[in-house]
């Protein structure tokens, strides 16, 4: 998983931005549907997909400015903000939310103190909904920098997120 940029502490330099943005345009431009591999290329180099990357986008995609802003607010993986180092991700599907998503999301955002796109107050954690990890038959599940958890309840959170250091 690469490295985020803290968002209390870090934001990209507009060269590497662009770098970014070049690299990912480089390894998929020419493909047919190539606007969604390389948003994810964008954001897995710098955490979240800036601004500025935009018109370098618009420009080699050949697409306005407001269809990439609308394909990155769309799909809730992507961010126009950088995220905390750790994220926090719940799955919000049916089959989680019939064994206590609900109440487990309610319980992540009281104890990090932010809402669903927000970070924790001290810039550790961001808290995201997620449209099902594919866990459905070990609901409710979460995934923490990737790796998902199975049959969560909010004390196993709470206990996974202290052994991993990830206090709120």
Do not use: W
Not at 36 to 51: E, K, R
Not at 86 to 92: A, D, P
Not at 131 to 137: D, I, K, T, W
Not at 144 to 157: F, H, S, V, W
């Amino acid at each position: 998983m690469p490295t985020m940029p803290n968002p209390v502490q870090d934001r990209p330099s507009e060269l590497l931005i662009q770098q970014a943005a070049q690299r990912a345009i480089a390894r998929y431009e020419g493909q047919a549907g190539s606007l969604l591999p390389i948003l994810h290329a964008v954001q897995d180099a710098l955490g979240y997909i800036p601004d500025t990357a935009v018109p370098t986008l618009v420009e080699a995609l050949q697409l306005s400015r407001a269809e990439i802003h609308g394909v990155i607010q769309f799909y809730a993986h992507f961010r126009d903000q950088p995220a905390a180092p750790v994220v926090l991700e719940v799955c919000r599907a049916e089959s989680c939310q019939a064994m206590g998503a609900e109440h487990l999301a309610q319980h992540a955002r009281q104890h990090l103190g932010c809402d669903f796109h927000g970070s924790s107050a001290n810039g550790k954690v961001t808290l995201e909904p997620v449209y099902c990890l594919g866990l459905c038959a070990q609901s409710p599940a979460v995934m923490i920098d990737g790796e998902p958890y199975a049959r969560m309840t909010p004390a196993k959170l709470d206990d996974l997120l202290h052994a991993k250091g990830y206090e709120a």
